[in-house]
């Protein structure tokens, strides 16, 4: 059974590019949960999607980030004119059902240049 | 709002002596709570969980964690350290509504 799923690994993008980073959930799994760790901080919960639907955005910023988890395909975090801030560490997450642990993907490291 | 401490950032222990890592959630509810293990290079892996039950749980690699409800504590245990178990722990509170509260986590480093 293959684990939560992430790429790209490692993505470098110029200030004012887009960055989109993709999430395949466990099998099964119909939870998806984003994270971001920006240096020397402990993870901050960005967004909770099931299929076709946002459940919880409370941790999305406000402007040029978005999130989808269509019907068919992985879930995709999107970041538009990104900016030096935006260099992170984005992880996702998925579970079974919504009090269960939640099984971490490898994350991707975003730098901005 | 709902917040998680971790007490100590960096520990450094020689191999064999004991651990404890404090961790406190601020939540008057019925919460869920988990320690995660990232290991140099890894992703964050699920040492273990309290859902309810009996309040001392354990999980793998030799750790355990005490749910102390009337402290909102929920402190992580090992008897003995090895140098593999350098690493960074993350103490988590799930409240229910599916999103994790982390801790800023805990820096652990083992002297062989």
């Known amino acids: 059974n293959a684990g939560v799923m992430q790429n790209p690994r490692h993505l470098v993008r110029r200030r004012g590019q887009e960055a989109r980073l993709r999430c395949s959930p466990m099998?099964?799994?119909?939870?998806v949960y984003w994270y971001r760790q920006l240096p020397e901080e402990g993870l901050k919960f960005m967004v909770y999607?099931?299929?076709?639907?946002?459940?919880?955005e409370s941790g999305m910023p406000k402007e040029r980030f978005s999130a989808e988890f269509p019907k068919e395909g992985p879930s995709i975090l999107r970041i538009q004119q990104v900016v030096r801030g935006d260099s992170a560490a984005y992880f996702c997450?998925?579970?079974?059902?919504?009090?269960?642990?939640?099984?971490f993907g490898p994350g991707t490291r975003l730098t901005v240049t | 709002a709902q917040s998680v401490s971790q007490h100590n950032h960096h520990v450094i222990l020689s191999e064999a002596a004991s651990l404890e890592l404090g961790c406190n959630y601020s939540y008057g509810g019925t919460v869920n709570l988990f320690w995660y293990v990232q290991y140099p290079g890894q992703h964050l892996q699920l040492l273990l969980k309290y859902f309810s039950g009996d309040p001392l749980v354990k999980g793998i690699k030799g750790f355990e964690a005490e749910f102390i409800k009337s402290k909102f504590s929920f402190n992580l245990r090992k008897p003995s350290v090895q140098w593999s178990d350098t690493a960074e722990y993350f103490c988590?509170?799930?409240?229910?509504?599916?999103?994790?509260?982390f801790g800023q986590g805990t820096t652990l480093q083992v002297k062989p």
């Open positions: 099998k099964g799994h119909s939870h």
């Open positions: 999607l099931q299929k076709e639907n946002i459940i919880d």
């Open positions: 997450a998925s579970s079974d059902r919504l009090e269960d642990e939640q099984y």
């Open positions: 988590a509170v799930n409240t229910h509504t599916g999103k994790l509260i």
